[in-house]
C-alpha cells in the first residue's frame, strides 16, 4: 500500500510538471494569450470569475444571472468588467435601468445605483478598484429617502418598480423580477428605517422651558432660484433669521433686502416646475427654486420649524 501511495503521488508530480512545461512553452509563442489566461485564473482563485449568461444585457456591463446571486448581495443587477462591488448585507449596490423622463427621452439608460447616508445614488459607471463610489463627475442624480412615498411593483412588467416621492416617479427596471423583489424589499425597509428615526428625532425635540427667544430658532442661508414675473429666474441669495426669510441680490449684502414674514405664512409645492415651492407671506409671494429635490426639503422644513415655533409661542418670544 505504502509503494502504491508513493507512485500515486510521484505520477501526480509528473503530471503537474508536464502541465507546467505546457504552459511556458504557450508563453513563448503566445505571450498575450498566456497573460488572459494567467489573470482569468487568478480571477477564478479569487472567486471573482462568474459566467455571463447568454441572455445577458448587451450593453457593455457584464450582467448576473439570477442564479448566479449570491444570497447576500441583495441587488446585485450587473457590473462592468473592472467594477469592485460595494454591495453588502445592508447596502446593495449595482446596475439598474432607469426610463429618462426629461422632455423627448424617455428611454431607459444603465445606471449603477447605490446608497450614501439617506440618499440613493446613481452613476453612469460602476466604482473603480479600490474605490467605494464612482467618480463624482459621473454622478446623474439621486433619490432623497426621506421623502419617499411609497415603492411599488411595476403592475406592466414583473422586472420593474417604482420609486414614488413628492416630486416626480423614478421608474426603474432589474435584470429579472428576482432582483427586482430584492431591490424592493430593501427600499422598503431602508425607507421605513429613515423614517423612524426622523420621528424618534422630532418626538424627542424639546423646546425650551424658559421664555422662547429668535435665538432658539437656528438660522439658515443659501442661494435659490426665484422666479420672475415675465419668465426666467433669477438667482438671489436668502438667509433663514429671526422667524423672517430675507433675500439678496448679493451674499454678504446688508441692504435692500426683500422680507418674508413667517408668521402665518402660505407654504406649497409649486408643481409645475422641479425643486420648487411656493411662499406667501403677507403681501408678497414667491416661487423659489433648489438646486435639487434634497435641498428643496432642507429648505422647507427650516423655514416651517421657525414658521411653528413662532405661531406656537408668538405672546411669549422675546426679542432680544
Known amino acids: 500500500r505504502e509503494r502504491e501511495a508513493e507512485l500515486a503521488a510521484q505520477r501526480e508530480r509528473e503530471a503537474e510538471l508536464t502541465t507546467q512545461r505546457k504552459r511556458e512553452a504557450n508563453a513563448e509563442t503566445h505571450p498575450a494569450r498566456a497573460a488572459a489566461a494567467a489573470t482569468a485564473a487568478a480571477a477564478a482563485e479569487e472567486g471573482k470569475a462568474q459566467d455571463t449568461p447568454a441572455d445577458a444585457i448587451q450593453s457593455g456591463e457584464k450582467t448576473i444571472a439570477p442564479g448566479q446571486l449570491p444570497s447576500s448581495d441583495l441587488a446585485l443587477s450587473g457590473e462592468p468588467e473592472d467594477a469592485t462591488p460595494v454591495a453588502s448585507d445592508k447596502d446593495p449596490a449595482g446596475f439598474l435601468f432607469k426610463r429618462g423622463d426629461v422632455g423627448l427621452i424617455t428611454g431607459w439608460k444603465h445606471r449603477y445605483f447605490c446608497f450614501q447616508g439617506e440618499r440613493l445614488l446613481y452613476f453612469t459607471s460602476a466604482p473603480r478598484a479600490g474605490d467605494k463610489l ?12 426621506a421623502y419617499v412615498d411609497e415603492v411599488r411593483a411595476d403592475p406592466t412588467n414583473p422586472a ?3 420609486v414614488l416621492t413628492p416630486e416626480r416617479i423614478y421608474y426603474l427596471r432589474a435584470a429579472d423580477p428576482d432582483v427586482t423583489l430584492r431591490w424592493v424589499r430593501h427600499l422598503e425597509t431602508r425607507v421605513e428605517s429613515i423614517k423612524r428615526e426622523r420621528q424618534a ?3 424627542a425635540l424639546v423646546l425650551p422651558d424658559h421664555p422662547i427667544t429668535l435665538r432658539d430658532l437656528d438660522p439658515r442661508s443659501g442661494f435659490l432660484r426665484r422666479k420672475r414675473t415675465l419668465g426666467g429666474w433669477q438667482q438671489l441669495w436668502f438667509v433663514l433669521r429671526d422667524g423672517i426669510l430675507f433675500s439678496f441680490k448679493k451674499q454678504g449684502s446688508q441692504s435692500g433686502a426683500i422680507k418674508y414674514p413667517l408668521y402665518r405664512c402660505a407654504l406649497q409645492d409649486y408643481k409645475k416646475e422641479r425643486n420648487c415651492f411656493l411662499i406667501e407671506a403677507g403681501s408678497r409671494s ?6 435639487d429635490e434634497n435641498e428643496m426639503h432642507e429648505w ?15 405672546d411669549s418670544i422675546e426679542i432680544q
Open 201 to 203: 428625532q422630532a418626538d
Open 300 to 314: 422647507l422644513n427650516s423655514i416651517l420649524k421657525h414658521k411653528i415655533i413662532i405661531e406656537a409661542h408668538i
Open 160 to 162: 420593474a418598480f417604482q
Open 286 to 291: 414667491a416661487v423659489l427654486r433648489a438646486s
Open 134 to 145: 464612482p467618480p463624482a463627475g459621473d454622478r446623474k442624480g439621486f433619490i432623497s429617502l
